[in-house]
């Protein structure tokens, strides 16, 4: 079975189109099953969904943010294999069935992605290089960016027992923070073929929402230090991407004036290692 996890927030006029791109999945010969994790919302969600064929599960939850939202969808899931598909996103046609080819072709891989197009406000952007989906062991690369797309990836649910699910504690990069403790211990597999329509631009988006993601990207590596068993060319790449994100955050701050926030980062590194770079 494949789980699919679809949290939404005030999000009614978007889910509809990415509960639908979930159904209209033909090509994947397991049972699916779709969990839609209503994340307190406030609009006519649940009556936008009521008018859906098919059959999907739906639980509403008070207002927690999406990391909760997803955690509880995994906790409800029956599959071995756990998607997930943001409310204002896209599949197309034959994503799963493609993802499910890659792990019956590699059958040691727990996690694959594949690519995406990216609109923002109506129109189609390319991405730049250093956007390219990663594959293998790219620990380092996975570093310095977000990489992994919540939207775009298939994992074994066997990899969260041993990984963690995504933290709570963090408003934002919380796929950053899990896809680095997963990725320091297993290879990213990837379907090179856009399967995933990205839609920006709203202005609900967390990424236009919060002003510096470093901030908690800062807090996931400061994290994975502490709690994650690394070989030692991960922690000396973990501490160098450490101090090159806290010396351009803090100087932003400072810069801004906001020196408490620079200080308050700078400790907090310390803390993490004595000695960084």
């Not at 409310?87 to 197309?92: G, V």
Request: charge should be positive.
């Amino acid at each position: 079975m494949i789980s699919v996890i679809i949290p939404t927030f005030n999000r009614a006029k978007f889910v509809v189109d990415a509960v639908r791109s979930v159904i209209d999945q033909k090509d994947v010969p397991e049972h699916l099953e779709i969990i839609v994790v209503d994340d307190g919302s406030t609009d006519n969600t649940l009556e936008a969904l009521a008018a859906l064929p098919g059959k999907f599960g739906y639980i509403r939850r008070e207002h927690s943010g999406v990391s909760a939202a997803r955690n509880l969808g995994i906790s409800l899931s029956s599959g071995e294999w756990i998607a997930f598909l943001d409310s204002d996103d896209l599949w197309l046609p034959g994503k799963l069935g493609a993802q499910m080819k890659f792990f019956s072709n590699h059958p040691g891989a727990l996690l694959c992605q594949t690519g995406e197009i990216w609109i923002r406000n109506g129109r189609r952007l390319n991405a730049r290089k250093y956007h390219e989906k990663p594959q293998g062991y790219c620990f380092p690369l996975l570093l310095e960016r977000c990489l992994v797309s919540p939207s775009a990836v298939v994992v074994h649910r066997r990899l969260f027992d041993m990984a963690g699910l995504f933290d709570e504690s963090l408003p934002a990069c919380e796929d950053y923070d899990l896809w680095l403790r997963i990725g320091c211990r297993f290879p990213i597999g990837l379907v090179e073929k856009p399967f995933v329509i990205k839609r920006g631009g709203h202005p609900d988006q967390l990424s236009a929402t919060i002003a510096n993601l470093d901030k908690y990207r800062i807090e996931a590596i400061v994290k994975l230090l502490r709690t994650t068993p690394l070989g030692a060319d991960q922690r000396t790449s973990a501490e160098k991407m450490l101090e090159k994100k806290r010396r351009i955050y803090s100087g932003g701050c400072r810069k801004r004036g906001n020196i408490i926030e620079a200080q308050r980062v700078d400790a907090l590194v310390r803390e993490a290692f004595p000695h960084p770079g």
